[in-house]
């Protein structure tokens, strides 16, 4: 159809052109809210690049003269060039993926290059970009005329309007959202960037309206008081036409400067408020929405105070920040958002910003417990042969199907195949609380390996540190290890009070070893000072029988009562001199699992799962880590091994060697100390060859001797127990802890049993989050440079009894 009307309006306020068409007969009904209601109605916008958005779709013949209409108009039109925006310099980069490269001198960048060349090829460059026919792989459209209906002149100029604009434009007309809470979360974002109280205005299931709620400020020199006289004249911006102190205002008018949103007619513009505004409008039988009002301009000033800088949002903006350095302090945290968007963060916003972003990137600690069986299947399909064994809380109603968690044992295959490549038995046993809302407690099982470091093999999670807890994680490990009831076997732990009974229920035969610091934490109590820890070491470290006599001995003559004390606890669970030689290891500390659980420390005020893989995740990183040692060790055995025989031979350097004849030798040292070494038998007077599989260094003298007499073994190295040999290690370490998928890619398990969280009945208080520091490790605290009497308890000056001071002393009463 002919065009018999144009209708012409200019918005200055976001650079856009409309032109309306309309026949004579509905020039009159030209409503702004009714006018894609009229018949023979056609919106025609224009951007001032005099990119056509619609068109009639009847008329290709009228939307050729549209064109022409549009370009004079626009050549008539005052249009403003936009501002610049401003670069992101608060632009986080993600560190983990950066690429190093070699510095290129770029000085002489245009020296020898024809400018003229360079622009004809952007020119044809720009020619492609907007070319209909390149096919883009990155955009979901194809392109076709035949979708919806609409031509293929249309959908090619929206395309390219897009195009050109969804780089450089927060909003734009024609911009297409797959669902309101996309839009609104953009609308949040550009609130906050640009420091503008933008509010979503309406909210309705077809269209969605965002208005900037911002207030136009007035410069009054002088304001009315409350006499009906005149203020004084101030400077300061004044949001109403009323003086702060006035009588006349009412609490109940609310403000004076009101946003409408930019729609409707305004006499008065600037009484309105800011114009910005936006609307999205859903398209009928579509989940597609589609922004076709867009009002881009402010009036307002940008503010310190955003109501859309909520605590949610700003834990999106620090989420890299928390997952690559979770402990970053709060303080740090809020003077970064600050910075960031220029506006005012509170420490607690900051502080809860932090708690919603470590929640989001660890996961939920309720959610956690029904997603576990989901787990325990990735875990056991990436790692053959893994052992995972969940127990839950019987339930009083049968016909339920959930059940509370009560405990999990996991032990990862290769770790298994490893520890017994080892051929050590021996293994250390702790356990350690969790931090989080949930109480229980980490069990650990640490072997060592052949450089006598530490060899993790199985972990679970119980409820407590209890008998039944004990026993149950034995039993799990027995199973792993084919250990059975009468099985020789060496453990090491502290003296706590379920694992000592559930050991010698499960394991009666196996030889168990107290750690000696935890001997001398509780000896310690009784018994304070250098000379009674010097003496518990010397008892401890020889490793003959006579000797263990004669240092008691001392110890008695030192103190009875700590003589007596120490005797209660048998020695063969914490002296070498009776110590059994099948462990291959005369370890005194349970140093392997407090190094474990100083490794495990990040995971333990984690959700479950979170847990689980954190302590996954350290043994695979950990054996890449060993590896990497091991292709930079030499010689034949590890570097454990080669330093402790090199010691040796140094000291055998200083021992006198006699023969019998066959296979006894008799080495004589410095001291008149004589000692008989079996070569037959690998065994020394001492023990020391025994206890650990290296040559002591008596049997390092012997074995020169022989090599010189019978000419026979003269290299050292060749008598050291197989265990240390670099073959061995390499064999320990060949076993691999595999990674697992994320939680989106988990299978299914088909247990119907849902499990939840365990009962947590929450402490009255603060809930602590750092151990009780022992007596031992108060001892030593300084303040100020000198040494804290904290925990000696003092000597009254009054009644010179303990435990108080003249300032709390009783008195005479006391002191009688």
Not at 394 to 399: A, L, N, R, V
Not at 650 to 662: H, I, L, P, Q, T
Request: hydrophobic share 30%; aromatic share 8%; net charge neutral.
């Amino acid at each position: 159809m002919d065009p018999d009307y144009i209708f012409r309006e200019h918005m200055t306020q976001d650079e856009v052109n409309k032109i309306y068409l309309c026949s004579p007969s509905s020039h009159k009904q030209c409503e702004e809210d009714r006018i894609e209601e009229l018949s023979g109605l056609e919106i025609v916008t224009i951007d001032k690049n005099r990119q056509i958005l619609s068109l009639n779709q009847n008329d290709n013949e009228a939307g050729d003269k549209v064109n022409h209409v549009a370009e004079n108009v626009i050549s008539e039109a005052d249009v403003e060039d936009d501002e610049n925006e401003p670069d992101d310099d608060d632009f986080i980069p993600n560190h983990e993926d950066v690429i190093d490269d070699v510095e290129v001198d770029m000085r002489d960048f245009r020296f020898n290059v024809d400018e003229n060349i360079e622009l004809e090829n952007q020119e044809a460059n720009e020619q492609v970009e907007n070319d209909p026919e390149i096919l883009d792989n990155e955009e979901f459209d194809s392109g076709s005329a035949s979708d919806e209906g609409e031509t293929s002149h249309v959908k090619r100029t929206l395309r390219q309007y897009r195009k050109a604009h969804h780089n450089t434009d927060t909003f734009y007309i024609g911009q297409t959202f797959g669902s309101k809470e996309e839009f609104k979360k953009l609308v949040r974002e550009h609130g906050v960037k640009t420091r503008r109280q933008i509010r979503v205005f309406k909210d309705e299931s077809l269209r969605v309206r965002a208005v900037c709620w911002g207030t136009i400020p007035k410069f009054d020199d002088y304001a009315p008081s409350n006499d009906g006289g005149r203020c004084k004249k101030t400077n300061e911006v004044q949001p109403s036409n009323e003086c702060v102190g006035s009588s006349n205002a009412s609490k109940d008018e609310g403000p004076l400067v009101k946003n409408v949103g930019g729609r409707g007619k305004k006499s008065n513009p600037e009484d309105e408020g800011c114009p910005w505004a936006v609307l999205i409008s859903r398209k009928e039988d579509t989940e597609t929405w589609v922004l076709k009002t867009l009002v881009d301009e402010h009036t307002c000033h940008p503010t310190r105070k955003v109501k859309g800088c909520t605590a949610t949002f700003l834990s999106t903006q620090i989420m890299e920040q928390i997952r690559d350095n979770p402990t970053i302090p709060v303080k740090a945290i809020q003077e970064h958002l600050q910075r960031m968007f220029e506006v005012e963060v509170s420490h607690m916003k900051a502080f809860r910003a932090k708690t919603i972003a470590l929640e989001k990137i660890n996961g939920d600690y309720n959610l956690q417990y029904g997603m576990l069986r989901d787990y325990v299947e990735e875990l056991v399909k990436s790692n053959p042969g893994t052992t995972v064994k969940i127990e839950v809380e019987p339930s009083t109603d049968p016909t339920s199907n959930t059940r509370k968690f009560k405990r999990i044992y996991v032990c990862l295959g290769s770790l298994k195949k490893g520890f017994k490549a080892i051929g050590r038995d021996l293994l250390g046993l702790d356990g350690a609380f969790l931090k989080g809302p949930y109480p229980g407690q980490v069990l650990t099982a640490v072997g060592v390996d052949p450089n006598n470091s530490i060899y993790p093999l199985s972990y679970a999670i119980v409820e407590a540190e209890t008998l039944n807890s004990w026993t149950w994680f034995l039993n799990c490990l027995g199973e792993d290890l084919g250990l059975e009831a009468n099985s020789n076997f060496t453990f090491i732990s502290d003296r706590q009070k379920g694992i000592i009974p559930a050991l010698e229920k499960v394991f009666p035969c196996a030889e168990h070893r107290f750690c000696l610091r935890h001997i001398n934490e509780n000896m310690k109590q009784k018994f304070r000072g250098k000379a009674y820890k010097d003496a518990l070491w010397k008892l401890a470290t020889v490793t003959t029988t006579i000797q263990f006599e004669k240092a008691m001995d001392e110890l008695k003559a030192l103190n009875k009562d700590a003589q007596e004390w120490l005797s209660k606890i048998p020695p063969k669970q914490w002296s070498r001199s009776h110590f059994s030689g099948r462990a291959v290891s005369d370890v005194l500390l349970n140093n392997m699992c407090e190094v474990m659980n100083a490794k495990i420390l990040g995971a333990r005020d984690k959700p479950i799962i979170t847990a689980l893989e954190y302590i996954r995740d350290y043994c695979m990183k950990r054996i890449v880590t060993i590896l990497n040692v091991i292709d930079k060790s030499q010689g034949l055995l590890t570097p454990y091994a080669t330093k402790l025989i090199e010691k040796n031979k140094k000291d055998a350097n200083r021992y006198r060697v006699s023969w019998n004849g066959e296979d006894h030798y008799q080495v004589i040292g410095t001291t008149d100390n004589q000692y008989v070494v079996n070569m037959d038998e690998r065994t020394c007077a001492c023990r020391g060859w025994e206890l650990t599989g290296i040559p002591c260094r008596h049997a390092v003298a012997a074995i020169w001797n022989r090599a010189v007499f019978k000419n026979e073994g003269g290299m050292v190295e060749s008598y050291v127990n197989p265990i240390y040999r670099m073959d061995r290690w390499k064999a320990v370490y060949s076993y691999k802890v595999y990674p697992i998928n994320g939680s989106s890619l988990w299978p299914k398990s088909q247990v119907p049993i849902i499990i939840i969280p365990p009962t947590h009945h929450k402490p009255v208080g603060r809930p602590r989050k750092a151990r009780k520091r022992s007596a031992i490790e108060m001892e030593e605290v300084t303040r100020t440079g000198k040494l804290s009497k904290k925990g000696s308890g003092g000597t009254c000056s009054k009644c010179k009894k303990k435990g108080h001071n003249s300032r709390t002393c009783k008195g005479q009463e006391q002191a009688g």
